[in-house]
C-alpha cells in the first residue's frame, strides 16, 4: 500500500487516517473483556454538574450521589430492611434466568442515582420536592420533570462514549466482520444522537426556566391515591401509543422533534400520587396520552398507570413484600411487561396499553387535578 493509501481518511468514518485507524486492524490484539466493562463503568459514572450555572467556583467540590427518586420520602417508605426491588438490566442476571428478565434487591442508597449535579446544586435545587409534601405546585411539577429529564441526558452522554468501545471491538477481526460493527456502531451513533439533540433542546427550555424562577410554562396531572403506592419511580419518557392504541408521535423517526412527558409515582401526606407532568411544548403528545387515561373509569385508572410504568420506565422500585406477594402469573405479567423497556426485542404493539384485565395492585383514587393551561 503506498504512503498516500495510508494516509487517506479510514473508510469507517471516524475521519483518522486509515494507518491510525483500521490499516491491519485484524492483526491487531482482541480488547479484553474487563477492559470494556472497566470503560462502561467509568462512563457511567463520570462527575458534572448539569446545573445551568454550573461552571468552577460556582459548584461544591464534590458530586452529589442525586436520588431521582426521593430517597426519604418515597424509597424509604417502601423499603424492607433498607432495599427495594429494581429491575434487573445487568445481562448476566438476564442469562442466568434463561433470558428472563427479572428483578434484583438494590439498598435504597443506590436506588436510582447518578452523578450529575454537584452537593450544591443538588440540594438547592430540589429542596422544594426533597423537603416539602407534593401538593404539586408549578416548581414541583417542574422539578419532578426537570431531574428524570437530567438523568436522561447524563445517560445518553454516557451511551455515545461508549460507542467507541463497540468501534474497538472489531480489532483481531476479519475484514467482513470490521464493516459489520463498524454500520452498526454508525446506526446505533445516529439513534443516539438523535435522542441527544432532542433530550439537550428539552433540556436549554428547562434551564432557562430554571434560572428564571418562572415555571408557568409546566402543566400536569395530579392523580391522588388513598395509599402509599407500591411503586416508585421517575421517569421523562416520548408517549408513543394512547391507552387506546392511537399513534401518539413516530418515536423511530429520527428526524422528528419528540415530546416529553415525565410520569412519577411517590408517596404524600395522605397518601400517594401519580403525576403526569410537561412544558406548554409537549402539550400535543402530553394531553393525547393523559387524556386517554382520564377517559378510563376512576378505579381502572391505577391498573393503566401500572400497566403504563412497567412497560416504559426502567427507573422504578418496588416495595418487596408487594412484589414477592404476587401470584407466579402475576409475577410472570410483570416481567413480561419489563422486558419490553430493557429487553433487545423492544416492539411493542400499538395496543400495549389497553386493559389485559391483570390487576396486581390495590390503589384507590382519591382525587384528581389538572393544570393545563
Ligand atoms: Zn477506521
Ligand atoms: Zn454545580
Not at 426519604?72 to 429494581?86: M, N, P, W
Not at 462514549?161 to 472489531?170: G, K, P, T, V
Request: net charge negative.
Amino acid at each position: 500500500m503506498s504512503d498516500r493509501d495510508r494516509n487517506k481518511p479510514c473508510w469507517c468514518g471516524s475521519g483518522l487516517k486509515l494507518k491510525k485507524c483500521h490499516l491491519d486492524r485484524e492483526l491487531q490484539k482482541r480488547p479484553a473483556i474487563w477492559e470494556a466493562q472497566r470503560l462502561l463503568s467509568k462512563n457511567s459514572e463520570r462527575r458534572v454538574c448539569l446545573h445551568p450555572s454550573a461552571h468552577g467556583s460556582n459548584c461544591a467540590d464534590t458530586i452529589a450521589k442525586a436520588h431521582t427518586v426521593r430517597r426519604a420520602a418515597d424509597l424509604k417508605s417502601i423499603a424492607r430492611d433498607g432495599h427495594v426491588y429494581q429491575t434487573a438490566l445487568d445481562i448476566g442476571t438476564i442469562d442466568k434466568n434463561n433470558g428472563d428478565l427479572s428483578v434484583e434487591l438494590i439498598g435504597i442508597n443506590n436506588a436510582s442515582t447518578f452523578r450529575g449535579f454537584c452537593s450544591k446544586h443538588d440540594s438547592a435545587t430540589f429542596a422544594p420536592i426533597e423537603t416539602a409534601d407534593l401538593v404539586l405546585t408549578d416548581e414541583q411539577a417542574f422539578l419532578l420533570a426537570y431531574r428524570p429529564l437530567c438523568k436522561e441526558l447524563y445517560a445518553k452522554e454516557a451511551q455515545m462514549e461508549s460507542m467507541a468501545l463497540i468501534r474497538q471491538s472489531d480489532k483481531g477481526r476479519s475484514t467482513i466482520e470490521q464493516v459489520a460493527t463498524q454500520q452498526f456502531a454508525s446506526l446505533m451513533e445516529a439513534g443516539i444522537e438523535a435522542g441527544l439533540k432532542d433530550l439537550r433542546r428539552h433540556k436549554a427550555a428547562f434551564d432557562s426556566e430554571l434560572v428564571a424562577s418562572d415555571f408557568a410554562q409546566m402543566r400536569f396531572v395530579l392523580v391522588r391515591l388513598d395509599c402509599v403506592p407500591d411503586i416508585m419511580c421517575s421517569a421523562v419518557l416520548q408517549p408513543d401509543y394512547s391507552f387506546e392504541g392511537e399513534v401518539i408521535q413516530d418515536i423511530g423517526d429520527l428526524s422528528v422533534e419528540l415530546q416529553l412527558v415525565s410520569v412519577t409515582l411517590a408517596a404524600t401526606a395522605t397518601g400517594g400520587a401519580a403525576v403526569f407532568a410537561w412544558r406548554a411544548d409537549s402539550d400535543a403528545a402530553a394531553s393525547q396520552l393523559v387524556d386517554s387515561l382520564l377517559r378510563i373509569s376512576h378505579e381502572q385508572i391505577p391498573h393503566a398507570i401500572v400497566r403504563y410504568i412497567l412497560s416504559n420506565v426502567e427507573n422504578a422500585f418496588f416495595r418487596p413484600q408487594w412484589w414477592e406477594g404476587l401470584s407466579t402469573e402475576q409475577r410472570e405479567y410483570a416481567s413480561a411487561r419489563l422486558k419490553q423497556n430493557v429487553g433487545p426485542d423492544d416492539t411493542v404493539g400499538s395496543r400495549y396499553l389497553e386493559d389485559d384485565s391483570l390487576r396486581i395492585v390495590n390503589w384507590q383514587i382519591a382525587g384528581i387535578s389538572h393544570k393545563r393551561t
